[in-house]
Structures are given as structure tokens and as C-alpha cells.
């Protein structure tokens, strides 16, 4: 499992994928990752956790992703501009 930093907040996280978690079949087990790569609406793609996801709006854009400010371990909000 590949670990990284969120393009949000910068908390440390991990991805799942690749061959070290081939053979999980979705088990819990915390090989889920916590974080995803997501490709947004204006062309460009950040790796977010998932308390950085749940603070996007709707229709996010890079610029949201840039104000994105992690709060806690379990909560990220955006920053105001």
C-alpha cells in the first residue's frame, strides 16, 4: 500500500491498490486505503482523504482543493479566501 500526503490538508495517507493488496477481496482490514485519486471537472487531479472529500462542495474545482484546512484527525473544512 503506497502512503503519501493529502493534497487537501496534508495528512499522511495511504492508498490501497496495487499488488500488495491483490489478494484482500475487500476485507476489513484496513488495506482499504485512506485516501482516493480524484480526477475533478476543471482537468485536474488530487489525491484527498476521505475528511477532505466529505468538505468539498458539490462541484469542486483545484481552487477548493487549495482551501481545503485539516481541522482534526477526523475532520477538514475549507478555509476561507
Excluded at 495517507?13 to 480526477?39: K, P, Q, R
Excluded at 481552487?63 to 479566501?81: A, C, F, K, P
Amino acid at each position: 500500500m503506497a502512503r503519501n500526503t493529502c493534497d487537501g490538508c496534508g495528512r499522511t495517507v495511504s492508498v490501497a491498490g496495487g499488488i500488495a493488496n491483490l489478494w484482500t477481496f475487500g476485507e476489513d482490514d484496513g488495506s482499504d486505503g485512506t485516501a482516493m485519486t480524484l480526477e475533478l471537472a476543471d482537468g485536474s487531479e488530487h489525491l484527498l482523504c476521505y475528511p477532505c472529500i466529505e468538505a468539498l462542495p458539490d462541484e469542486p474545482t483545484a481552487d477548493d482543493v487549495e482551501r481545503l484546512e485539516q481541522v482534526d484527525e477526523g475532520s477538514s473544512q475549507l478555509g476561507v479566501q
